[in-house]
Nanobody
Framework: QVQLVESGGGLVQAGGSLRLSCVASGSIIQIKTMRWYRQPPGKQRERVAD???????FYTDSVKGRFTILRDDVKKTWYLQMNSLKPEDTALYSC??????????????WGRGTQVTVSS
């Protein structure tokens, strides 16, 4: 089995910063794509950032220039550095990963999420 656990959420004032972490554990051979999603209150979940194994990244337009996704494959951990936070960034942030696990099976896994609240 594969587990993802997020941490780093909290309450921050507008303009502040937070760094989220997601740690993967289990019978993992390789983590392919690492992602962050968020779900604001009363809204649908949206994809925030991806980190691909070739080093490329994806960001949704609303966070470009403010958020950075980082990955550490040795630690099976990825991060979302969030700067210049805005009240509209308030959401439950969840990590997701495409994983190759023992014995050479592929799956997509989710964490339970960490709450980020940005006050104005």
């Amino acid at each position: 089995q594969v587990q993802l656990v997020e941490s780093g959420g909290g309450l921050v004032q507008a303009g502040g910063s937070l760094r989220l972490s997601c740690v993967a554990s289990g019978s993992i051979i390789q983590i392919k794509t690492m992602r962050w999603y968020r779900q604001p209150p009363g809204k649908q979940r949206e994809r925030v950032a991806d980190s691909f194994t070739d080093g490329t990244t994806f960001y949704t337009d609303s966070v470009k220039g403010r958020f950075t996704i980082l990955r550490d494959d040795v630690k099976k951990t990825w991060y979302l550095q969030m700067n210049s936070l805005k009240p509209e960034d308030t959401a439950l942030y969840s990590c997701n990963a495409d994983v190759i696990k023992v014995p050479q099976t592929f799956g997509s896994y989710w964490g339970r999420g960490t709450q980020v609240t940005v006050s104005s």
